[in-house]
């Protein structure tokens, strides 16, 4: 049974940092893909950064949100089978609650599109605030 558990949501400054973790279970993670996904309040769910099936990130295909770039960076450790948000310079506007999803055959041209993605973590909120 494929799981997905997040973990390292919490307040803090604006400008500071946090690294989200995604431990997962259930399945071989180099190969599915893995997408960090959030929802802000009364907002559709949007993709952050999601990583094409592979060993290491940079053996596949990576996308990254506009807003994010420079700023927030994907790892995977297979062996902990876990993939980490590293998220820097936080922004008021990153405020939310932050999933991680996995699927098996997500198309490289829709690889952060959340209706790919069948399986998913319970969310970890990320708050933003002075």
């Known amino acids: 049974q494929v799981q997905l558990v997040e973990s390292g949501g919490g307040l803090v400054q604006p400008g500071e940092s946090l690294r989200l973790s995604c431990l997962a279970s259930?399945?071989?993670?180099?190969?599915?893909?893995i997408g960090w996904f959030r929802q802000a309040p009364g907002k559709n769910r949007e993709g952050v950064i999601c990583?094409?099936?592979?060993?290491?990130?940079?053996?596949?295909?990576?996308f990254y949100q506009d807003d994010v770039k420079g700023r927030f960076t994907v790892s995977r450790d297979n062996d902990k089978s876990t993939v980490y948000l590293q998220m820097n310079s936080l922004k008021a506007e990153d405020t939310a609650v932050y999933y991680c999803?996995?699927?098996?055959?997500?198309?490289?041209?829709?690889?952060?599109?959340?209706?790919?993605?069948?399986?998913w973590g319970q969310g970890t909120q990320v708050t933003v605030s002075s």
């Open positions: 990583i094409s099936p592979g060993i290491s990130v940079g053996d596949g295909n990576t």
């Open positions: 259930g399945f071989r993670l180099d190969a599915y893909a």
């Open positions: 999803a996995a699927d098996p055959d997500v198309p490289i041209q829709v690889l952060c599109g959340p209706y790919e993605y069948h399986h």
